[in-house]
């Protein structure tokens, strides 16, 4: 006898269909912007400005593999992962 997951409710296809056309809201290159705006008129479109911030959880995850030794054993094996920590909201 073998069991099977549940099927896809009708609300799980919706979610997954809303997910899936939000997501092809945005532009393809990874800028994201919704590509009706990147691809617009760029005299009557939206202007952009970029700039850069430092994604702190990223920066705490170099540093730390960084600080890890080559000579560690478990190398390869280990899963790294990152974690909030005090500060606001935790
Ligand atoms: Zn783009």
Redesign the pocket.
Known sequence: MTTREPEWTEQDRAEVLALALYRAE????????R?VD?TSDEETGPQFVADRVVCRARLALLEAQKAATTQDVVGGARIWRVRRSGGMGS
Request: charged share 0%; proline share 10%; with cysteine.
């Open positions: 945005f532009c393809p290159c990874g800028c994201g912007q590509y990147t």
